[in-house]
């Protein structure tokens, strides 16, 4: 009789342990995730000039030139990186190249470019002005393999996918930051690798462990790229109009509309009139 209490009694407790898990996995993907509509299908929207009170008070911004040690030139990276297998934006025979050195759980990119993402979603995929090339700088707890999932639905699904993709990252992102601004939420939260999956699966970008593992070798070869060239902060834009130095060189946070308006004069882009 005591063995077959115990026995009952350790089936139930499985049986909870089983529900608990079913539970937290069902709520985990089905719960509904908020974050803005996407804005870089077409046109060029405004520019917000919107910044949040916390990077107001724990960023700081830094222009350096272009004589900065280390930069790397435009001749460098094509000859270092295989661009093809890097993400990137637009056109691939052009002069015109705008390097964005990005980590999807660093809050500053993401403040940054969920604000100029429809600039360079414009400049390069709508008018092919410019290629946008995304050298991924892996910081964070998760920044790594959530590099690696975004490498794998550009490869699987093409740019337009990855700039959704990224675009919604950031976007939850700067959701996040405002819930913990006006107190919502007790701690700061950062986007992770099951976030990116959750936004991917229900964008319609399936990919699988194995598509994912492959880009462990470019994501790798991103990082130590950036590290020998001094690059070791997030965001870094470099921009370029020929093989040589960097043309506009920006470390940080700063008004989005600087860095359109920047990019925009630097390498002579056409924008749309008002």
């Keep these: 009789m005591v063995r077959a209490t115990s026995a009952l ?80 934006l637009g056109p691939a025979n052009t002069s015109k190249v705008i390097v964005i050195a990005y980590d999807p759980e660093c809050p500053y990119c993401a403040i940054e470019l969920n604000a100029t993402l429809p600039f360079l979603y414009y400049v390069s995929v709508n008018t092919s002005q410019a290629r946008v090339v995304f050298l991924g700088v892996p910081i964070h707890e998760y920044s790594y393999p959530m590099l690696e999932i975004l490498q794998a639905v550009y490869h699987r699904y093409g740019q ?49 462990q194995q598509q994912i593992e492959a880009q462990n070798a470019t994501v790798y070869s991103m990082y130590m790229f950036t590290v020998t060239h001094g690059i070791t902060g997030t965001p870094t834009i470099l921009a370029y109009n020929s093989t040589g130095a960097p043309v506009y060189v920006q470390v940080g946070l700063i008004n989005p509309q600087y860095i359109v308006g920047n990019l925009t004069k630097d390498l002579n882009l056409r924008l749309p009139s008002r």
């Excluded at 908020?34 to 911004?61: D, F, K, L, M, V």
């Excluded at 976030?195 to 319609?204: F, N, W």
């Design 160 to 208: 337009n996918a990855f700039a959704m993709l990224l675009d919604a990252n950031y976007a939850y992102y700067v959701y996040l930051i405002e819930l913990y601004e006006s107190g919502v939420l007790k701690s700061f939260q950062m986007p992770n690798v099951t976030t990116l999956l959750y936004m991917a699966y229900h964008l319609g970008y399936n990919v699988t």
């Design 9 to 88: 009694a350790l089936a139930l407790i499985v049986a909870v342990v089983a529900i608990a898990v079913a539970l937290s996995v069902y709520f985990a993907f089905s719960r509904p995730m908020h974050y803005p509509q996407h804005r870089i299908a077409t046109g060029i929207p405004t520019i917000s000039t919107t910044t949040s009170s916390t990077a107001a008070t724990i960023i700081t911004s830094t222009t350096v030139t272009s004589t900065t040690p280390g930069l790397p030139t435009l001749a460098q990276i094509e000859s270092s990186l295989n661009l093809s297998a890097v993400a990137s």
